[in-house]
């Protein structure tokens, strides 16, 4: 164990580093797991490392672990794991990640709004590149935060690319259903609203297919949500920051390659050709035969 023992805890700063990125309700899984093993690599060390010198000690003829060494080092590991676990929930709320909790419940990164439906910014995504399959779906959380039932009229996505438009279902007892077949929302119950992507599967009923995530950037990298219940109406923008967990190195910024000289040189040498085009009165279309 002596051996991988340094880079096992190499890794300890890149999973925490990890769960702190993915942090939040949509990606929950991700960062229990990452901060778990990060842990268990640490105890395993300290572990190993108290084994180790417990050993050498008793070889020396001295006493080796004492009872206070592992109350001191449990009081040790206890202020580590708090300060670890404050240090992180502040970074999150700081960020937008963290828990709010109001008259709803626990929400995440809620967006600012009187109500009686407050929504939050966080979404949970069914598919993508994280599970090497298409995108089928985004859930969007919210809650009525009013002391009066809510009757939800329309939700619908809106493509700031295309204008693209998808109708929202609602999960109603565990069941994705339209809103027409819910009744009227009491107080303090959470609200999940449903966005499905792609056809239809036609070898199986009420199932779709999705969308593969390059298609589905090329439309939702950008839109908003939109829902109108019997009082007000809302409007809440998404941008590729909001889906950058979900499509790593595909949403959100990254870094790029220069061009290289030859695809400059391909570059220069089509504009001058498409100029000359025009100046002769010839246009792209009629030199590939096309009127």
């Known amino acids: 164990m002596s051996k991988f023992l340094p880079y096992a805890l190499a890794a300890v700063p890149f999973l925490f580093n990890t769960g702190l990125q993915v942090s939040g309700i949509s990606n929950a899984t991700t960062t229990v797991v990452c901060w778990a093993l990060a842990a268990i690599i640490l105890v395993a060390a300290t572990i190993h490392s108290t084994k180790e010198w417990h050993n050498s000690q008793r070889s020396a003829g001295a006493a080796g672990v004492q009872a206070w060494h592992i ?8 202020w580590l794991f708090l300060t670890i676990a404050i240090c992180a929930a502040g970074w999150m709320i700081w960020n937008q990640r963290g828990f ?5 419940g626990i929400g995440v990164g809620a967006v600012q ?12 995504l069914e598919g993508g590149p994280p599970v090497g399959m298409n995108v089928f779906s985004l859930t969007f959380r919210g809650g009525n935060i009013a002391q009066k039932e809510v009757d939800l009229k329309s939700a619908y996505i809106v493509s700031a690319i295309n204008g693209t438009k998808i109708p929202l279902e609602i999960i109603a007892q565990g069941e ?3 809103l027409g077949q819910v009744q009227l929302i009491p107080p303090g119950a959470p609200i999940q609203l449903i966005a499905k992507f792609g056809p239809s599967d036609p070898r199986a ?3 779709i297919l999705g969308l593969d995530p390059k298609t589905f950037l090329e439309t939702w990298r950008q839109f908003s949500l939109n829902v109108q219940d019997d009082t007000k109406s809302y409007r809440i923008s998404f941008n590729e920051g909001d889906l950058a967990a979900f499509f790593p190195g ?28 025009q100046q002769g009165g010839v246009t792209a279309h009629s030199v590939n035969g096309t009127k």
């Open 71 to 78: 109350l001191l080092g449990s009081l040790g590991g206890l």
């Open 100 to 104: 709010t909790v109001g008259s709803s």
């Open 113 to 124: 709004d009187e109500g009686p439906v407050q929504w939050y910014r966080n979404l949970l």
């Open 176 to 178: 994705v259903v339209s």
């Open 205 to 207: 009923p009420g199932k």
């Open 250 to 277: 595909m949403a959100g910024p990254h870094v790029t390659k220069k061009a290289s000289a030859t695809s400059q040189s391909e570059n220069v040498i089509n504009q001058n050709v498409t100029s000359h085009g």
